[in-house]
């Protein structure tokens, strides 16, 4: 039967230090406390390594410094962290007034396009052309319109605008326009609808032509 006994181990087990070294969950373990020790080592945390010298963090008096400075902060009286790019971006964009995208087919009374070759200067270009450039000047001033106030000088024409038929008016090219959301509700109120059943794009070109034709006036009296 001696044939059968295990031989005698050659070396020393490590099972004989520790017992739990075969696992490997502990030899992760053991690892871990290897590298603490050489960190701590590295860093002065063990008797007879030199300490490694303060930085100004460390000192008292630069650390006083750093907690009177960011003490404001942390209470919410200093200044507040600098945004990122995107950040103030989003913030800028997010304090401008909100405006509608609309397209309107621009209109005009035939009694006000009758008055475009009496403008200074119109009789030198084709009429469309002169149409075209006051659409444009128009829709930049609709635009700029930021309240209610600024519609008080233009409810009568675009109240007279808004009745007349199709035979009455000169049909432009459908343009692009940007009016603020709070202009809008204005101009549905004033122009006596206020549950805005009418269209949007009827409102504004109403306003539009409105524009254009105190334009012409201005222009004609200059």
Same mark, same amino acid.
């Given at each position: 039967?001696?044939?059968?006994?295990?031989?005698?181990?050659?070396? !020393?087990?490590?099972?004989?230090? #520790?017992?739990?070294?075969?696992?490997?969950?502990?030899?992760?373990?053991?690892?871990?406390?290897?590298?603490? =020790? +050489?960190?701590?080592?590295?860093?002065?945390?063990?008797?007879?390594?030199?300490?490694?010298?303060?930085?100004?963090?460390?000192?008292?008096?630069?650390?006083?410094?750093?907690?009177?400075?960011?003490?404001?902060?942390? #209470?919410?009286?200093? #200044?507040?962290?600098?945004?990122?790019? &995107?950040?103030?971006?989003?913030?800028?964009?997010?304090?401008?007034?909100?405006?509608?995208?609309?397209? &309107? +087919?621009? =209109?005009?009374?035939?009694?006000?396009?009758?008055?475009?070759?009496?403008?200074?200067?119109?009789?030198?270009?084709?009429? $469309?052309?002169? +149409?075209?450039?006051?659409?444009?000047? %128009?829709?930049?001033?609709? /635009?700029?319109?930021? %309240? !209610?106030?600024? +519609?008080?000088?233009?409810?009568?024409?675009?109240?007279?605008?808004?009745?007349? =038929?199709?035979?009455?008016?000169?049909?432009?090219? !459908?343009?692009?326009?940007?009016?603020?959301?709070?202009?809008?509700?204005?101009?549905?109120? %004033?122009?006596?609808? !206020?549950?805005? &059943? #009418?269209?949007?794009?009827?409102?504004?070109?109403?306003?539009?032509?409105?524009?254009?034709?105190?334009?012409?006036?201005? /222009?004609? $009296?200059?």
């Amino acid at each position: 039967m001696n044939r059968f006994r295990l031989p005698a181990r050659i070396g !020393p087990s490590p099972a004989a230090e #520790e017992p739990g070294l075969q696992n490997s969950a502990a030899r992760l373990r053991s690892s871990r406390d290897a590298q603490t =020790r +050489l960190l701590a080592e590295k860093r002065g945390e063990i008797a007879g390594t030199p300490a490694a010298p303060a930085t100004d963090a460390t000192q008292p008096e630069h650390a006083a410094k750093a907690e009177g400075k960011y003490a404001g902060k942390r #209470e919410g009286n200093g #200044e507040a962290e600098p945004l990122d790019p &995107v950040a103030r971006q989003r913030a800028a964009v997010a304090g401008r007034p909100r405006k509608e995208k609309l397209v &309107v +087919l621009f =209109r005009l009374p035939l009694g006000t396009e009758a008055l475009i070759p009496t403008l200074p200067g119109a009789s030198a270009v084709e009429p $469309a052309y002169v +149409l075209r450039a006051l659409a444009k000047a %128009g829709r930049a001033e609709l /635009r700029r319109l930021a %309240g !209610p106030d600024d +519609l008080s000088a233009l409810l009568a024409e675009a109240q007279a605008i808004l009745q007349l =038929r199709g035979t009455g008016m000169t049909v432009g090219e !459908p343009m692009t326009v940007y009016v603020q959301a709070a202009v809008l509700a204005a101009m549905h109120d %004033g122009l006596g609808d !206020p549950w805005k &059943v #009418e269209p949007k794009a009827r409102i504004v070109g109403a306003f539009l032509s409105a524009i254009v034709a105190r334009l012409i006036e201005t /222009r004609r $009296a200059g």
